[in-house]
């Protein structure tokens, strides 16, 4: 009999499996992790949250599962779930500190950021590309959490939810600023990441892959790289100002190039040797990328 994960409908029914009194708000809080009591056994097969989940852990002894890959948080960071995502729990995940912070989008819903936090690329990320933080970045996250769990402690009145979106709109800004940082400081890693995609595209190509199984594609790349399709174009983005699909088209038009000044070829077979379905879509974007049409390209390189 096949299994399926655990939905979490309700806040109320997440707190109470994990042995936490009712929250204060229906709609928003926090546990902290040191008094969350649950066994993973009873969620081997994962859990789905209908609702947003931001993980900051402080400290951690064990690993995440997401899909195949394990992710080790022993330094602590950030995490981020958005609601339907299925969640892998293991035996060995149960040992960690720091606070996670629930939120219904019915309680976003009646503020701008209802539609704004769909922007938060972070909310597609996978937990292995989770966002480290240095010790004063820390100290911002943990202050964000305690006024958050602070003013749901207090009593709930008219204003409470306006100041409490204020500083869940100052805790996605800060992750947002501290992404863009990390992305900056990691250089080395990056630049490998950068350095196998061109391999992946390159190899793709030249390989007459693309003759075979069409264009290459953002999620198929990122698979490749072991990285979430959202997380490999933001990553792109700070390296070379371009999204993945951007960087696919330049490789694109190099190759295109580069069968172009081979007179054997016709712009027709140059497209299909690409992927392209319909050449009509490889003059388009050889067009839109370099002003000539394949053809008048083709005819510049005899003068």
Known sequence: MKKHPVEFKSLTQLHKAMGQPAPSHPLIGIINYGE??????????????????????????????????????????????????????QDEEAD????????????????????????FGFFSYSAAEALYLSESEK???????????????????????????SQIELLLNYSNRFYDRQFLTRKA???????????????????????VNGLPSVNNIADQLNLTPRYLSD???????????????GKLIDKAKEYLAKDHLTVAEVAYQLGFEYPQSFNKLFKSKTSLSPLEYKKSLLN
């Open 96 to 119: 960690y500190d720091g606070m996670t912070l629930h939120i219904h989008p019915d309680f976003l819903r009646p503020y701008a950021l209802g539609a704004q936090i769909k922007q």
């Open 139 to 165: 100290a911002k996250i943990l202050h964000i959490y305690r006024f958050i769990q602070d003013e749901l402690s207090e009593r709930i009145d008219k204003f409470s939810q306006d100041v409490i979106i």
């Open 36 to 89: 969350a009591i649950f066994d993973p056994k009873d969620y081997e097969d994962g859990i789905i949250l209908d609702f947003y989940k931001i993980s900051f852990k402080t400290s951690f002894s064990g690993k995440i599962r997401y899909g195949q890959g394990y992710y080790d948080f022993e330094e602590g960071g950030m995490a981020f779930t958005a609601p339907g995502q299925v969640l892998r729990m």
């Open 189 to 211: 890693v990056n630049n490998d990441i950068l350095t196998n995609l061109e391999g992946l595209i390159d190899t793709y190509l030249s390989d007459q892959k693309a003759l």
């Open 235 to 249: 990553l792109l983005r700070n390296l070379t100002g371009q999204t993945t699909q951007q960087f696919i088209h």
